[in-house]
């Protein structure tokens, strides 16, 4: 009975987040909203700790290309655009996420030369992508960190490039002999650590 009662809980939680919105912070799409990724395999970064990140890194977006990898919803990588980001690359893997980035991107009306969706596991991808970003988000479940996949991503950076890894705040972060840990901040149950490429 108990077990039926935790499949419940399950299946009302997934459809409550299919219903959520995510608020753009700033800038051209400011105060808009767009829709949550749909599924439980993914999880949206709450807003204050968006907006956190967002100021700390405000100097890097104008004109950046970025890549937005584990997407979700794409909020990081549409927060970008909405702050002047030059073009972001989102991946993927699940389909029901994909379909709310498409959908997202749609409904603000954001110019697809700007905007590309890969449609795969970012631990394929980090291994046949041939460009370099100069800003990178990696969000992966916080259920499955992939901190080997994350650190494939290094090799994704230009140089003195940013990435942003957000993980759940426990254990060691992923570390490589061509990036800097250049900041590590926890924002409760969610942490931020920030990466620079020598």
Not at 150 to 163: E, Q, T
Request: hydrophobic content about 40%; proline content about 4%; glycine content about 10%.
């Amino acid at each position: 009975f108990a077990c039926c009662d935790i499949g419940l809980v399950r299946r009302i939680t997934a459809k409550r987040r299919a219903k959520v919105n995510i608020r753009v912070i700033a800038g051209l799409y400011g105060g808009r909203t767009i829709q949550g990724s749909g599924t439980d395999r993914t999880h949206p970064m709450g807003e204050r700790v968006r907006n956190a990140l967002f100021n700390k890194i405000a100097n890097e977006i104008g004109g950046a290309t970025v890549l937005d990898a584990f997407a979700g919803s794409g909020a990081l990588g549409i927060e970008a655009l909405s702050r002047g980001a030059a073009s972001v690359t989102f991946i993927e893997r699940d389909r029901i996420a994909q379909k709310v980035i498409e959908a997202n991107l749609g409904q603000l009306g954001i110019d697809r030369r700007h905007a590309r969706l890969i449609k795969s596991p970012v631990a394929s991808v980090a291994q046949t992508l041939d460009v370099t970003f100069d800003l990178i988000f990696a969000d992966p479940p916080y259920h499955d960190t992939q901190f080997s996949t994350v650190a494939k991503l290094f090799d994704l950076l230009k140089p003195n490039g940013l990435m942003v890894l957000s993980y759940p705040g426990k254990g060691e972060v992923p570390t490589g002999a061509e990036v800097v840990v250049v900041d590590n901040r926890s924002y409760g149950n969610a942490a931020l650590a920030f990466y620079r490429k020598k």
